[in-house]
C-alpha cells in the first residue's frame, strides 16, 4: 500500500532533544511523511546539583520561578518537589507552551506564559514581569548551562533580585553523523527541522567538507528569526522560517513547495 499526505515521500530530520522529539515525527508521519530523528542535542543533569538543591530548599522565598525549556522543567521539578508541594505565593512562569505543559504535568498550575512568539522578549513582556510588579522581589530562573542572559539582566534591570539555577547541562550528539551522510548520500533527506541554534552549530562542527555541501543544499526549517539569522552566520541560505514550536514547523512544511 502506497502512502498517502501530503508529505508523502519524504524523509524529514527531526532534530529535537531526544525526549521532545516524538510529537513532531509523530505529526510528520501522519502527513505521511517519514521523520527521522537526529538530536543535536543531548541533554543531562547538571555537573553540579548543589544550586538546585539550595534552591528547592528555599523555593517559598521566590516570587516567581521562571523555566526556560521542558527540560528546565524536567530536571528542576522533581527536586524542588521533593521538598513539598509548590508553595502557594510562588508564580511560575514558562518560555513556551511546551514547558507550560511540562509543569502542568507535574501538577503545577497558574502558570504564565507567551502565547505567541516563545522567547524571553515575550516572556519580559508579560504584565506580571513588568518592573512595578517585580521590582525588589526574588526570581528564579532555572535553566541549562549556557544560554541567553537577556531575561536574567532584564529583570536585574527591573529591579529583581535573580538567581540562575542551571539544574541541565547540553553536549553536541555522541551517536555520531553515519544516518545523516547516508541518508543524503542515498538522496532520501529532504529536509531538516531545527530549534536550537546551539545544535546548528554541534552540526555545522561535525560535518566535512561533503556533509556540509548536503546541509546547504537542503530545506532547514527554523521556528524564530533568530536561529534563521544564525543559520545564515554559519553559511546557509536554504532557510525557510516558520511559526513557533511543532506546529509551526509543521504547517511550514506542509505548505513548502516541494519539488516533484
Known amino acids: 500500500m502506497s502512502v498517502v499526505g501530503p508529505l508523502a515521500g519524504r524523509t524529514i530530520v527531526v532534530t529535537r532533544p531526544q525526549a521532545q522529539a516524538a510529537p513532531l515525527a509523530a505529526a510528520i508521519s501522519a502527513a505521511g511523511g517519514t521523520p527521522?530523528?537526529?538530536?543535536?542535542?543531548?541533554?543531562s543533569p547538571a555537573a553540579d546539583p548543589q544550586p538546585l538543591a539550595e534552591a528547592a530548599a528555599r523555593l517559598a522565598e521566590y516570587a516567581v520561578a521562571a523555566f526556560v525549556s521542558p527540560n528546565a522543567v524536567e530536571h528542576?521539578?522533581?527536586?524542588?518537589?521533593?521538598?513539598?508541594?509548590?508553595?502557594?505565593?510562588?508564580?511560575?512562569?514558562?518560555?513556551?507552551?511546551?514547558?507550560?505543559?511540562?509543569l502542568a504535568?507535574?501538577?503545577?498550575?497558574?502558570?504564565?506564559?507567551?502565547?505567541e512568539r516563545f522567547d524571553s522578549e515575550a516572556l519580559l513582556a508579560l504584565p506580571e514581569l513588568a518592573a512595578e510588579r517585580v521590582a525588589g522581589r526574588?526570581?528564579?530562573?532555572?535553566?541549562?548551562?549556557?544560554?541567553r542572559e537577556l531575561l536574567a539582566d532584564t529583570l536585574r534591570?527591573?529591579?529583581?533580585?535573580?538567581?540562575c539555577i542551571t539544574c541541565y547541562r547540553r553536549s553536541g550528539p555522541s551517536h555520531g553523523l553515519v544516518p545523516l551522510l547516508?541518508?543524503?548520500?542515498?538522496?532520501?533527506?529532504?529536509?531538516?527541522t531545527v530549534s536550537s541554534s546551539e545544535g546548528l552549530r554541534y552540526l555545522v562542527d561535525l560535518l566535512d567538507a561533503e556533509g556540509f555541501a548536503f546541509l546547504q543544499k537542503t530545506p532547514l526549517f527554523v521556528p524564530h528569526a533568530r536561529i534563521a539569522e544564525n543559520a545564515r552566520a554559519l553559511g546557509l541560505s536554504n532557510i525557510l522560517?516558520?511559526?513557533?514550536?511543532?506546529?509551526?514547523?509543521?504547517a511550514g512544511l506542509l505548505a513548502y513547495n516541494w519539488p516533484q
Open 138 to 147: 526574588h526570581i528564579a530562573i532555572f535553566r541549562g548551562d549556557g544560554g
Open 157 to 163: 534591570e527591573r529591579g529583581a533580585s535573580v538567581d
Open 36 to 43: 527521522l530523528v537526529f538530536p543535536l542535542l543531548e541533554i
Open 105 to 115: 504535568a507535574h501538577g503545577v498550575g497558574g502558570c504564565i506564559a507567551p502565547t
Open 241 to 250: 522560517l516558520t511559526d513557533a514550536a511543532d506546529a509551526g514547523i509543521l
Open 76 to 102: 528542576a521539578l522533581p527536586v524542588l518537589l521533593a521538598h513539598g508541594t509548590w508553595p502557594a505565593s510562588l508564580l511560575p512562569a514558562a518560555v513556551g507552551q511546551g514547558t507550560l505543559r511540562a
Open 182 to 192: 547516508a541518508a543524503w548520500r542515498g538522496g532520501q533527506l529532504d529536509a531538516l
